[in-house]
């Protein structure tokens, strides 16, 4: 699915699924050769093994599912679709990086700079600006199942199998805010780059004005910042995306037509949390820079270059 039409549509309900739901705690009776003339002790010793048997409880079986409506509900609320605004001009501020890289940290400092005004409504950082926020974080928090999974001894398995689904629900909510031309803010790793740079140029072919935002760091850092919201959260950080994520920049900055920045994510020291940010560089995206006479488009060469000497591992730690 891709995140907004290429042409507009008439209005549409918010998504809804359909899933069959299997019902995993159902067993299938054992067939028996010998069930006549059972002796005495044949029967105490399989009363037995139940006994044992009913004593370990097993792990529960989960089943994916999509959100209800009310969690459906609650996941939009909570990504601020309800209370951003619709607007003649929209915009949307894509922020790329890795995980964990600290793009989430940074989107309500970085927003106002590109025109997305504050809406401090909230005591919810996360929606104190007039935007929709494109976030599968939102969708995990108010799904029932994911809440569930994660309190168990296999949660790991919760975030691979919840994927899809998560990011079906993630797709239908964003389609919808640009069917209403609500601003957006879109953290994305990008690791399906053909994907990313469809959904942009739709939004551009909608109206959109679409900024970029590059947040980056060396890979331990993000390592160390992944492995430690994965035993918070329940999502997988895996260190093997990383450079993916890197090397889709610079192709999505080229084909934006709004303004571009880079910058380089800090760990602000002696506090529990928060980040500081330095930036690397900035300018006019390629859609953008192609009808200007200055400043012209980024070279995709220096913005890689740019990017490799950031992320490049401290000499000494």
Same mark, same amino acid.
């Given at each position: %699915? ?32 010998? #069930? ?12 037995? /093994?139940? #006994?044992?048997?009913?004593? *370990? ?10 959100? #209800?409506?009310?969690?459906?509900? *609650? ?17 949307? &501020? ?5 995980? #964990? ?21 909230? !005591? ?5 600006? !007039? ?19 994660? *309190?168990? !001894?296999?949660?790991?398995?919760? =975030? ?12 239908? %909510?964003?389609? /919808? ?25 739709? %939004? %551009? ?25 994965? *035993? ?27 303004? =571009? ?7 602000? /020291? ?13 300018? =006019? ?13 980024? &070279?995709?060469?220096?913005? /890689? ?13």
């Amino acid at each position: %699915m891709q995140c907004c039409p290429r042409r507009a549509r008439k209005a549409e309900r918010p998504m809804s699924f359909d899933a069959e739901i299997r019902d995993g705690a159902g067993g299938t009776a054992k067939n028996r050769d010998d #069930s006549c003339g059972i002796g005495a002790s044949s029967i105490s010793t399989e009363l037995e /093994e139940r #006994s044992v048997e009913s004593d *370990q409880s097993p792990q529960p079986r989960f089943e994916s599912r999509p959100l #209800s409506d009310e969690e459906r509900r *609650q996941a939009w609320q909570n990504a601020n679709f309800f209370d951003a605004t619709e607007q003649a001009q929209p915009l949307a &501020l894509w922020i790329l990086g890795p995980s #964990s890289v600290g793009k989430s940290t940074i989107t309500v400092d970085a927003a106002p700079m590109y025109s997305i005004p504050r809406c401090p409504t909230s !005591d919810d950082r996360r929606r104190q600006l !007039d935007a929709v926020t494109i976030d599968g974080e939102f969708m995990r928090d108010a799904h029932g199942l994911w809440k569930e999974w994660v *309190q168990t !001894d296999d949660w790991r398995s919760a =975030y691979p199998a919840l994927k899809a689904v998560i990011n079906k629900e993630k797709d239908g %909510m964003c389609l /919808e805010a640009v069917r209403r031309r609500k601003n957006l803010i879109i953290p994305q790793t990008a690791l399906k780059l053909p994907k990313a740079m469809s959904e942009m140029e739709d %939004m %551009m072919k909608s109206g959109y004005t679409v900024h970029v935002l590059a947040v980056v760091a060396p890979l331990a850092e993000c390592q160390r910042r992944g492995r430690k919201r994965e *035993q918070q959260t329940g999502k997988r950080y895996q260190p093997s995306e990383f450079q993916k994520s890197i090397d889709a920049i610079p192709a999505l900055v080229a084909i934006s037509n709004g303004k =571009y920045a880079i910058v380089r994510a800090l760990e602000r /020291e002696g506090a529990s949390h928060g980040m500081d940010f330095e930036l690397l560089r900035e300018g =006019y995206g390629g859609a953008a820079a192609s009808g200007l006479s200055a400043p012209t488009a980024p &070279l995709p060469e220096m913005i /890689e270059a740019v990017i490799s000497k950031a992320v490049e591992p401290a000499a000494c730690d």
